[in-house]
């Protein structure tokens, strides 16, 4: 906002902020609304323990048995575990984004939103962006312990056996699965009047296409 002087005038002059400043002004109040929310703590909380009693009681048989264990199995099982990691970790981001305008009409938040000089590209962008990227943060630390877990537990070893490049397609494709399903329940959020309808479509939605996902990665790593 710009003010001019014109004899004995000032006269203001308003700048709207270009598109992508927009976008990440939505996003990171979405962000900070969204990542210290009780209820999505204690859904990150949840999910860290289910991956490492998931973790513990997949690999312990197989890497402790008597028996020499199979390199090839215990890697693919490895590369599925860090999928399955991944996704539990990032099913925040379907319940952050289901609320971004189904929840904000409950709260009576988004009529002031509509109002402001942002267009709708900047606003649903923006949205998206706010929850992806807590849950992507959410997804690293998961991945993290993941594999601090396996390195204490198991020893380096084990890890070695973790195929790279099957692991790296995973790990590239999570940003893109968690843009993809935020913006599914962005859109489901936009087109139903309660959180709660939007949360339930989208995680339906997105639950059944990351099964997909994983048996895509499961079959691959089969004909590896």
């Not at 902020?17 to 900070?32: D, E, G, H, K």
């Not at 938040?109 to 849950?135: D, E, Q, R, V």
């Not at 692991?167 to 494709?173: D, G, M, N, Q, T």
Request: charged share 5%; aromatic share 10%; glycine share 6%.
């Amino acid at each position: 906002m710009d003010t001019t002087h014109t004899g004995t005038t000032a006269r203001t002059t308003y700048t709207p902020l270009s598109t992508p400043a927009a976008i990440w002004l939505i996003a990171r109040r979405q962000m900070v609304e969204a990542m210290w929310t009780r209820s999505t703590l204690v859904m990150f909380g949840v999910s860290l323990v289910i991956n490492t009693f998931i973790v513990w009681s997949t690999l312990q048989p197989t890497v402790r048995s008597n028996s020499s264990p199979n390199h090839f199995v215990v890697g693919n099982t490895l590369a599925f575990l860090l999928l399955l990691v991944a996704l539990l970790n990032a099913q925040p981001a379907v319940g952050i984004a289901s609320g971004v305008f189904a929840g904000d009409k409950e709260r009576g938040c988004l009529l002031p939103l509509l109002a402001t000089p942002a267009s709708n590209t900047a606003l649903l962008a923006g949205k998206i962006l706010g929850a992806a990227i807590p849950a992507l943060l959410y997804t690293i630390v998961g991945i993290i312990l993941y594999l601090l877990e396996i390195v204490l537990f198991f020893g380096t070893a084990t890890l070695a056996l973790m195929p790279l490049g099957l692991s790296l397609v995973v790990v590239a494709f999570i940003p893109a699965l968690l843009i993809f399903a935020a913006t599914i329940a962005s859109v489901v959020s936009s087109r139903v009047a309660t959180f709660q309808s939007a949360q339930t479509y989208s995680s339906l939605i997105t639950t059944a296409l990351w099964l997909i996902f994983g048996a895509l990665v499961f079959v691959g790593a089969l004909f590896a």
